[in-house]
C-alpha cells in the first residue's frame, strides 16, 4: 500500500529516490545513528557501522541501496545485499537496515523506500528478498513468515519476525545466509 495523499502532505516537501552515492555516506551514516542511537547522535550504532561494512562486502549491490531525499537532506536510506539460500547457494537478497530521519519518520519516506527497492530488485532478476523485522510493517509490502516459502531463518528463534517475499523467477528454498558482515553483528 503505497502512503496516502495525507502522508505525503505531512512529508517532505519534495521527495526523490535515487540511488546512493559515495557524497551521501557521512549523511547515510548520520541518519541511522539518528534513527536507531542514542539522542546524542555520535554513539557506535550498529546499524550505522553495518552499512558501512556492508558497502565494502562482496555482496554490495550499488543499484540496491536507495536514499529518499528532500531538497539537499538525505532523510531515508534503505539497502539490499547478496544473500543466499543454502545447501545449493542460489542468490537471493537481505533487505536492511532501513532507516528515516525521526523528525520524517511516520510519513512515508520508509515505505516509498521498500516499495522502490523491490521494484529495482524485481527489475534486475532478483527472486527473492529476506530480512529480519515487524511482521506488521512488512507484511504490507508481501512479505511473509519465511517458513511459509520454505525458507529457514539463519537463527530459529527469529521466528514469525524472519520473513521473506518472492519475486519473478523460480521457487527457491533452503536456510538463508545474510552478507558476511552480518555475521559480525
Known amino acids: 500500500m503505497l ?3 495525507r502522508e505525503f502532505a505531512a512529508g517532505p516537501r519534495t521527495m526523490v529516490v535515487r540511488r546512493e552515492r559515495p557524497a551521501d555516506h557521512a549523511a547515510v551514516a548520520a541518519l541511522h545513528r539518528a534513527a536507531f542511537g542514542p539522542p546524542d547522535g555520535e554513539s557506535d550504532v550498529v546499524e550505522a557501522r553495518l552499512v558501512g561494512e556492508l558497502r565494502e562486502d562482496a555482496g554490495f549491490l550499488p543499484h540496491l541501496s536507495l536514499v ?3 531538497g539537499d537532506d538525505v532523510i531515508g536510506h534503505l539497502i539490499a ?7 545449493l547457494g542460489a542468490a537471493a537478497l537481505g533487505l536492511g537496515p532501513l532507516g528515516v530521519r525521526p523528525e520524517t519518520q511516520g510519513r512515508g ?9 523491490l521494484a529495482v530488485a524485481e527489475a534486475a532478476g532478483e527472486h527473492l528478498v529476506a530480512l529480519l523485522g515487524s511482521p506488521g510493517y512488512y507484511g504490507r509490502f508481501g512479505f ?7 525458507v529457514a531463518p539463519p537463527d530459529p528463534a527469529w521466528g514469525v519476525h524472519f520473513q521473506a517475499r518472492r519475486l519473478a523467477g523460480p521457487e527457491q528454498r533452503g536456510t538463508f545466509r545474510y552478507a558476511d558482515p552480518f555475521a559480525r553483528l
Request: hydrophobic residues 40%; glycine residues 10%; proline residues 7%.
Open 3 to 5: 502512503p496516502t495523499a
Open 68 to 70: 529518499a531525499t528532500d
Open 81 to 87: 545485499t547478496r544473500g543466499w539460500l543454502e545447501p
Open 109 to 117: 519516506v520508509g515505505t516509498v523506500l521498500v516499495h522502490a527497492l
Open 144 to 150: 511473509v513468515r519465511s517458513t511459509d516459502l520454505g
